[in-house]
């Protein structure tokens, strides 16, 4: 069963460096999402992706934060400076043209230190 | 605004026992609705799934739900809990604004007591 993958699992920075995340989404998907959950929390929203641009973003998605989806297989997340409270997982999601269902990625563990 | 709401942050459960998790959502209108799993340190897995028809549906794992429209809720059942079902259940309503987001819940903390 195709499903979404992320890249790396866990990682970990220093404050004020940038980070990019990765995800592979599901070949024929169109949708493709950003959501964050800081330990203990619930997962929230971050940002939305389709026809090459954002569909719709959160008020955490502040200028910090860009996506991109730089060939036809990845879906990136940066964030350019990274602040402590930036720790967190970070899962990658994908639908299909309908967007009934988003599969989720395995996540990447995020550590600002 | 669209919200979802799991009044329980956790419940015990002895093994064996029935299993009811609550869910209530605020949405105008029809509702995709899920349920998800999370084991501590994982990502999240899908238990079951909602978009129209029965009410009743079944997932995973041996659990269902069951979506009431008229209560805005959609809660997760399973008939006898084993301890391997202790995690994290998160209920959600998906498909919401023009980017088809997905709207979680807070989270209900599940433990098995042998």
């Known amino acids: 069963e195709p499903e979404v993958t992320q890249t790396p699992s866990h990682q970990v920075t220093q404050m004020g460096q940038e980070v990019i995340l990765r995800c592979v989404p599901i070949?024929?998907?169109?949708?493709f999402y950003w959501y964050r959950q800081i330990l203990g929390q619930k997962v929230e929203f971050l940002v939305s992706f389709y026809n090459n641009e954002i569909s719709e973003k959160s008020e955490i998605f502040d200028d910090q934060f860009s996506v991109e989806r730089p060939d036809g297989s990845n879906f990136t997340l940066k964030i350019r400076s990274t602040k402590l409270e930036d720790s967190a997982m970070y899962f990658c999601?994908?639908?299909?043209?309908?967007?009934?269902?988003?599969?989720f990625g395995p996540g990447t563990r995020l550590l600002v230190l | 605004a669209q919200s979802v709401t799991q009044p329980d942050i956790h419940i015990t459960v002895s093994e064996g026992a029935s299993l009811e998790l609550r869910c209530n959502y605020s949405y105008g209108a029809t509702p995709y609705l899920f349920w998800y799993v999370q084991s501590p340190g994982q990502g999240l897995q899908l238990l079951l799934k909602?978009?129209?028809?029965?009410?009743l549906v079944q997932g995973i794992k041996g659990f269902e739900a069951e979506f009431k429209r008229s209560q805005s809720s959609f809660n997760l059942r399973k008939p006898s809990v084993h301890w391997s079902d202790a995690a994290e259940y998160f209920c959600?309503?998906?498909?919401?604004?023009?980017?088809?987001?997905?709207?979680f819940g807070a989270g209900t903390r599940l433990f098995v007591k042998a």
């Open positions: 909602y978009f129209s028809g029965d009410t």
């Open positions: 999601a994908s639908t299909s043209l309908g967007g009934e269902t988003q599969y």
């Open positions: 070949s024929n998907h169109l949708y």
């Open positions: 959600a309503v998906g498909g919401i604004g023009g980017g088809f987001k997905t709207i």
